[in-house]
């Protein structure tokens, strides 16, 4: 997913001095569209994938459905998906905030 990042950064031809943290730029970056677009892509598809995942990852998927993003246990699959993008969106702000320092 940090590849990716880069890539938006540098398609949109960001300047990473024009923003005085990472919340700034993930706003930026988000702006648009594309973070979600990025973490979208990056949520399973596949059956066994989302089950293996929500093994480890339960609480992601309990809050999705208390923040009203699942279906609370109406599609499981989609739990997870809800689940997933949670967790994937913490780890997005995470790797924005790291691109920024590091850049």
Not at 1 to 9: D, P, Q
Not at 64 to 69: D, H, P, R, S
């Amino acid at each position: 997913m940090k590849n990716e990042i880069l890539e938006t950064i540098e398609d949109l031809e960001i300047n990473i001095l024009d923003f005085d943290n990472g919340s700034e730029l993930y706003e930026k970056l988000d702006y648009n569209g594309r973070m979600h677009e990025i973490i979208d892509g990056n949520i399973d598809i596949y059956y066994h994938d989302l089950r293996e995942w929500a093994v480890k990852n339960w609480d992601y998927v309990e809050e999705a459905n208390l923040e009203g993003m699942g279906t609370n246990g109406e599609d499981y699959h989609k739990d997870i998906q809800a689940g997933q993008f949670l967790k994937l969106s913490e780890e997005a702000y995470k790797l924005v905030d790291e691109i920024f320092e590091e850049l």
